[in-house]
């Protein structure tokens, strides 16, 4: 061939040439290709923003999901009457106007209440606060799904604040599963659930600030309670709804009562609603014992400060104990001779330093019981023995 006889530095530029239109014809075609038979590159699977939210979800929504179709709203109305002062009826201005058709009674007023409850049975027996229905002439019952029922008040117990209401909605109610506020301890997680203020379904969080608050120190010593105290926000409304552990498990009744407090709530212990709530399913009322003192506590040096004053009506021991400060009129205490200035430092044989031990031994004793108790008079130290009377019959 001619090109064989071509001069050797034409034919090594022709061999290059011819490589270099090889090389972009295979190239040419090999993108031609790539684009058709190329699988796209597996993209990763992520949840989508709902579902990993929810397999996130939190204990709270966990113990509140658990419950929160037992927390119900509860409604009240009550009538009041009331009555001109009596300064209105003598003023000499309104009887000359008015005469004797002047109204001694003023229009009936309508009051209305707010609060909380949780169902504990199915057959529709609801916990609630005794002052949420307090007087109530009629009790509305809402459920979280929107069901409103009258209620019927089965019972109350003022001493302890806890009162049972009975609504009639089937048997197959949602209820709140109840824990052991014996095993609650300080720092444990509190959620309660409520309608605080009238807003519905309101969750909030906190812990389990202190156990066993008396309720002298919360400023309430008509009753007969130590609360579980948290800084998980309990409002008016809230009262009567459940204070959960982070299991979802029913350990308080909440009971907004300081209307002072910041950041500080109350809660009754569910193991005490418990001995009560059974009591008045029964019977409607609970029976407490009663033996007729007002207290203080008395150290030595509180002893000492009663003395030095030269005004003090009495002289009492320089011991700790319980000092008798009143005593109630034909009351167990009256009858069995103890007098002002007695400090009781012993029950039963034993020791006590408090009234709120005192109140304690007492609740737990039961009506018409005997009590030993030692008492120091004086110099003196005497036996004593009375017996218990029910505290209604003193109220």
Avoid: Y
Avoid at 160 to 180: H, N
Avoid at 235 to 246: D, F, V
């Amino acid at each position: 061939m001619k090109f064989i006889n071509l001069p050797k530095s034409v034919r090594q530029l022709s061999t290059h040439l011819f490589a270099i239109l090889i090389g972009v014809l295979l190239s040419v075609n090999t993108l031609s290709v790539l684009p058709s038979q190329a699988e796209p590159a597996p993209i990763a699977q992520t949840p989508s923003n709902a579902a990993a939210a929810k397999a996130n979800s939190s204990f709270v929504t966990a113990a509140v999901n658990r419950v929160g179709s037992a927390v119900v709203r509860i409604d009240t109305e009550r009538t009041v009457s009331r009555r001109l002062p009596d300064p209105f009826m003598e003023d000499p201005f309104f009887r000359r106007f008015f005469g004797d058709s002047l109204p001694r009674n003023l229009p009936p007023e309508q009051l209305r209440g707010l609060g909380s409850g949780f169902i504990i049975d199915k057959s529709g027996f609801v916990l609630t606060n005794a002052h949420v229905v307090d007087k109530a002439d009629k009790v509305t019952v809402r459920l979280k799904d929107g069901r409103e029922f009258e209620g019927k008040v089965q019972g109350v117990d003022e001493v302890t604040d806890l009162a049972v209401v009975k609504i009639d909605a089937g048997s197959d109610l949602p209820v709140a599963p109840l824990g052991s506020s014996s095993e609650v301890q300080v720092g444990d997680w509190a959620i309660a659930v409520g309608n605080p203020l009238g807003f519905d379904n309101t969750v909030t969080l906190g812990i389990v600030s202190t156990l066993k608050r008396p309720s002298s120190q919360v400023g309430i010593s008509s009753k007969r309670l130590e609360f579980i105290q948290t800084d998980a926000a309990i409002n008016p409304g809230n009262s009567g709804g459940p204070l959960l552990n982070e299991l979802g498990e029913v350990i308080g009744i909440n009971t907004a009562i300081r209307a002072d407090a910041t950041g500080i709530g109350f809660a009754i212990p569910i193991d005490k609603a418990k001995q009560i709530t059974s009591e008045l399913q029964r019977n409607g009322k609970v029976a407490h014992p009663f033996i007729g003192i007002g207290m203080d506590d008395l150290t030595p040096s509180e002893a000492r400060r009663i003395n030095a004053n030269p005004n003090s009506p009495i002289q009492v021991p320089e011991v700790q104990g319980v000092l008798v400060g009143r005593v109630i009129p034909n009351s167990p205490a009256a009858n069995a001779g103890i007098r002002i200035g007695d400090v009781i430092v012993a029950v039963d044989g034993r020791r006590i330093t408090t009234g709120e031990e005192l109140l304690v031994i007492v609740e737990n004793s039961g009506v018409g019981e005997n009590l030993q108790l030692k008492v120091q008079r004086g110099n003196r130290t005497q036996q004593i023995s009375l017996r218990t009377a029910e505290l209604k019959d003193f109220s």
